[in-house]
């Protein structure tokens, strides 16, 4: 039996490619190694959003050939595509495969039994998921003045929605009954005239789906026919991760970002008015270049207003190819530093604001395992609530409908709600 081992870094889509990968090989015949058992194929699925990603996709490459020296040695991601050069020069690398190169990467490496034969580039599951990502575009068109995934991901694409929905039924009877629609720029999918909306209800009427989620959006894209669409639907969650980068109208200018913060608030508060429970999370940059004291004070404004429910934080990282890689006014290290443990107080104190609202209620939580001192199962409610569940012992998977008791700085807790 020939065996692989993988690591993927990044995103949702670069987690979805890897599922298709891992679904190639066992369909030609591969196992995964097991417990540090020597495997003759590895594979690292790179990122390179940020330096941070870059690092570790080194990191990875050079244990696997350590841990692996026989192995056949693959690179393959957006990193591939940014800076081949870098890659190359990692003693034993055998192969570097860009984005377009990955679905063929069974193929390239002559892993076909016959000549001419295909292998389907699609999912049927997610290993060591209870929920499964969907990916239904990719690429984008924006030109955000810090972000290099324009250069390695192309123009936008969309799948079409038959294609999309004939996964779905893979997927879920398979024991998924939560999807997360993703994409690069998710907002952005179309297929004809068929828009993100259109898309949502297509798989609304899909029988088993319990959850459809979405994994990010730009705020431009959270349209009145979205916000109705998700209210009406059977399916869709009352979370929406809408990506906000700052709170500072001059430093969104700075970004090239198409919405100013009263925008963005109105739009929370319309999608909140209309959508009952809705939880918004979002993503934020500290230290972009230029940025003050002033613009930051903004953020922590904007973080105190809009009530978020989780704030991704990462400080500006330089991407070589972007606008913002080539000013000269970069923010200190120290000082970005200090903000991000000043915004990182704020964020946990408005988080555990948006928890505390949900103190008292019953929500379904989808299990997705067992925490490691073995005390409680853990999952997530509807709203991308984290929750810890008494008693454990539930599988994967379920939903269970948990009476919610407490919120601590992290998590809500619950007990299992008992049908009398």
């Not at 949900?358 to 001192?373: A, N, P, Q, S």
């Amino acid at each position: 039996m020939r065996t692989f081992a993988v690591r993927t870094l990044g995103c949702k889509v670069n987690q979805y490619e890897t599922q298709r990968l891992v679904e190639q090989l066992e369909a030609l015949g591969w196992r995964h190694a097991q417990n540090g058992a020597a495997a003759e194929l590895c594979i690292v699925n790179t990122c390179t959003v940020t330096q941070e990603a870059d690092a570790k996709s080194r990191q990875a490459l050079r244990r696997f050939r350590r841990d692996h020296p026989a192995a056949i040695l693959v690179a393959t991601g957006c990193y591939v595509e940014r800076d081949r050069a870098a890659l190359e020069a990692i003693p034993g690398v055998d192969h570097l495969l860009d984005n377009a190169q990955k679905e063929r990467l069974v193929e390239i490496l002559g892993l076909l039994p016959d000549h001419g034969a295909t292998i389907p580039f699609a999912i049927s599951r997610f290993t060591g998921h209870a929920r499964a990502f969907l990916k239904v575009q990719d690429g984008c068109d924006r030109q955000c003045s810090y972000c290099i995934l324009p250069r390695v991901r192309g123009r936008s694409r969309s799948r079409p929605i038959a294609e999309v929905l004939d996964e779905a039924r893979r997927l879920v009877p398979n024991g998924y009954p939560e999807l997360v629609l993703t994409g690069v720029h998710l907002g952005d999918y179309a297929d004809g005239e068929n828009r993100l909306p259109d898309l949502v209800r297509v798989l609304d009427r899909i029988e088993g789906l319990r959850r459809l989620r979405f994994s990010s959006i730009d705020p431009k894209e959270v349209t009145p026919e979205l916000v109705g669409t998700i209210a009406s639907s059977r399916t869709a969650c009352p979370h929406l991760h809408i990506s906000l980068q700052s709170g500072s109208r001059t430093v969104l200018e700075r970004m090239s970002r198409d919405y100013t913060p009263e925008e963005y608030r109105h739009l929370v508060e319309r999608a909140a008015a209309a959508i009952p429970d809705l939880c918004v999370s979002t993503d934020l940059m500290v230290g972009f270049p230029g940025e003050t004291e002033d613009e930051c004070a903004d953020s922590l404004a904007m973080i105190d207003a809009v009530g978020f429910s989780k704030v991704h934080l990462f400080p500006f990282s330089p991407r070589p190819g972007t606008l913002a890689a080539r000013r000269g006014d970069f923010v200190p290290r120290d000082v970005v530093k200090q903000r991000l443990a000043e915004v990182a107080a704020i964020v946990e104190k408005v988080a555990q604001r948006c928890r505390r609202r949900f103190v008292g209620r019953t929500l379904d939580v989808l299990i997705e395992g067992r925490t490691k001192d073995g005390r409680f199962d853990h999952g997530f409610t509807p709203n991308y609530l984290k929750t810890l569940v008494e008693p454990p012992g539930a599988q994967a998977g379920a939903v269970l409908p948990v009476h919610i008791t407490s919120s601590d700085a992290v998590c809500l807790h619950g007990r299992v709600e008992v049908a009398p």
